[in-house]
């Protein structure tokens, strides 16, 4: 249809320029005939009014440019300037929210891969790709949230910098540490700490890394489904149905992978199966 209504404009604006070419070559005609037949004086202002009929008929009328435009709306109520509002509100939530996440994964994951690669922890190929896999998707979904039909009447923040995203990054990535810790300190009371850790050690799956990856891809998991807006500037995450299914995909598949319900998956990427009061305990503090 678009194509269709496309080659009608082309047609209209062809026709439109064929006419003002044979105006034209009418008035040079005429003009012609003036000077054959007139006085000097009635060929003056003939020719004076002919000129001003010609500078009309090619002069650029007023709209013609906003016409031409993309962002042109054809209706005559102002519905468009609200459409682009609630549109703009959108993208700016979306763009501040994924900022905050990006934050908060940032700093699980670096305490993971700094401060315990001194513990000796490591992720596996295939666990890192898992992890990228699930978190991609996870910021996909979310930059294609829809803004709502109805136009809020609150602002959302001008930009990251103020004292709310700046406390709740901080509050969130407290809570997320203190469970590290804790569940950290679980493991260690199970398996005592070595006394000397070989850094540069082929990768080899134990139990402190298996708590560590479940607990650091729930963390960042649930950084989508705690900082994702939703009302009154976008869909909510029920209704954004592919962030809902994918959120509740990964949930599920770390819950299997803490209670080692599908060994042979677990196995596949390098995890091993914890103790039932581990079990417990980490799915409690998730």
Do not use: W
């Amino acid at each position: 249809s678009s194509q269709k209504k496309m080659n009608e404009a082309v047609v209209s604006t062809q026709r439109k320029e064929k006419e003002k070419s044979e105006k034209k070559m009418a008035i040079l005609q005429e003009f012609r005939e003036i000077n054959q037949k007139r006085t000097l004086q009635e060929r003056q202002k003939l020719l004076e009014e002919k000129l001003k009929e010609l500078q009309e008929d090619t002069m650029v009328k007023l709209g013609d440019a906003s016409i031409a435009s993309p962002f042109t709306s054809k209706y005559s109520s102002v519905k468009c300037v609200c459409s682009i509002i609630r549109q703009g509100r959108c993208t700016l939530v979306t763009t501040l929210q994924m900022f905050k996440i990006l934050a908060l994964n940032a700093l699980i994951i670096a305490y993971c891969q700094s401060a315990l690669y001194l513990d000796g922890v490591k992720f596996s190929d295939g666990q890192a790709t898992l992890q990228g896999l699930l978190l991609a998707g996870c910021f996909l979904f979310i930059s294609r949230s829809k803004p709502l039909d109805k136009l809020s009447k609150t602002r959302p923040h001008a930009n990251i910098f103020n004292l709310y995203t700046i406390s709740t990054v901080l509050l969130q990535f407290a809570v997320h540490l203190y469970t590290i810790i804790r569940l950290v300190d679980a493991v260690h009371a199970i398996e005592p700490r070595k006394a000397s850790i070989d850094l540069d050690a082929e990768f080899s799956p134990t139990l402190l890394n298996t708590i560590v990856y479940i607990v650091s891809v729930t963390l960042q998991l649930n950084t989508f489904i705690i900082n994702y807006r939703g009302h009154p500037y976008m869909e909510s995450l029920r209704e954004n149905k592919p962030l809902c299914y994918s959120a509740i995909f990964t949930a599920v598949f770390m819950t299997i992978l803490t209670f080692g319900l599908m060994p042979d998956v677990s196995s596949e990427f390098s995890l091993l199966i914890p103790p039932d009061h581990l079990k417990q305990e980490v799915f409690t503090t998730l």
